[in-house]
């Protein structure tokens, strides 16, 4: 596709058997600013040789040549470059051959007698091609924006649908089940949240923690962050992290440190200079730990998370302090 560049003089290929008219038609751009750069083709020849490695913004052609006629110039043009506008410059031109030519999609004609209309013509043309350029690049981002969300939303749905099953086999009762469910889809939410806030590009870890812990420890005072260097995630890994913690910070409002009065989680992480992000959530003064008998729906969410979704390792450590859980990936791999 041909672009129109602002950033440099238009170009136009000039197709002009006639010397005098040739240099008719170069002064009365001349006042175009900026000035165009004008190649000048005589004949059949040299106008092929031009199609063939074409880099104008403009054509302009007269209709009638010794060796053809500017209505085989136009077809060619239009099977070569379609998104340069193509314009007459003829002594003569009639009313049929003008309308027959806008059919075969010419965008204007000018007639010698009259080329002081010339440069209006040609800045119209150009103003008109880079609005269809512009044009069609938003339709083309359009287009991709909504196959990107359409698949971000089956993703979503089958993840959702998973959530529930999963959860409904892990819950003692009806009750149980809806708060696990409705935490689990409130991280999901919180995540996408703050992916849409910043255009679905980049998530501060930072921010990802906060949001994700903020239902569990309102008056924040019991979950204490240990920030390390600034990590950006990208969005597969702000997905990820979100359910997680939301995992953990439920794990621990209902058997671990946040289920007494003085209990505290601690949450440090750090990025090293491999890009290699290093997360510990550390529970402190709760209730007695110890390996579980049979490993959770909580448990397997964390490990396939990690694990699968960003290629890294995670190690619950049941410690009698509390639990703590170690968490590293790659950022490369989130991406």
């Known amino acids: 596709m041909t672009q129109i560049r602002r950033s440099r003089p238009p170009r136009i290929l000039m197709l002009e058997d006639s010397r005098l008219d040739a240099e008719l038609i170069r002064e009365h751009l001349e006042t175009i600013t900026p000035q165009p750069v004008l190649h000048h083709a005589t004949n059949r020849r040299e106008y092929v040789e031009a199609l063939e490695a074409p ?11 010794p060796d053809f006629d500017g209505m085989s110039a136009l077809e060619m043009a239009r099977e070569a470059v379609p998104e340069v506008p193509f314009i007459f410059v003829s002594g003569i031109l009639g009313e049929e051959v003008a309308i027959e030519s806008f059919r075969r999609g010419a965008t204007d ?48 749905m089958a ?31 919180d995540a996408h949240a703050l992916l849409f806030e910043t255009n679905w590009s980049e998530a501060e870890l930072l921010e990802v923690i906060r949001r994700t812990i903020a239902p569990q420890d309102r008056n924040g005072t019991r979950i204490k962050l240990e920030p390390g260097t600034l990590t950006m995630l990208p969005p597969k890994a702000a997905l990820a992290l979100g359910m997680v913690l939301n995992e953990l910070a439920t794990n621990a409002v209902k058997h671990g440190a946040l289920s007494n009065d003085h209990g505290v989680v601690k949450i ?6 491999a890009d290699v992000v290093v997360i510990r959530w550390q529970e402190i003064d709760g209730p007695a730990v110890r390996v579980p008998e049979d490993k959770g729906f909580g448990a397997t969410l964390i490990d396939r998370s990690i694990r ?21 990936f790659p950022l490369s791999a989130a991406e």
């Open 55 to 65: 880099d104008f913004d403009v054509i302009l052609a007269d209709f009638s040549l």
């Open 109 to 156: 004609y000018v007639l010698k007698q009259r080329l002081i209309r010339l440069p209006a013509a040609v800045e119209r043309a150009l103003a008109e091609a880079r609005e269809r350029v512009e044009r069609r690049r938003a339709e083309n981002q359009k287009e991709l924006l909504v196959r990107e969300l359409s698949h971000r939303v089956k993703n979503t």
């Open 159 to 189: 993840v959702v649908m998973s959530l529930v099953r999963r959860t409904v086999k892990t819950s003692d009762n009806v009750d149980d089940y809806v708060d696990n469910l409705l935490g689990r889809l409130r991280a999901m939410a």
């Open 268 to 273: 440090s992480w750090d990025r090293s200079a």
């Open 308 to 328: 699968y979704e960003l290629e890294g390792d995670v190690t619950l450590h049941y410690n009698p302090t509390g639990l703590v859980c170690d968490i590293t």
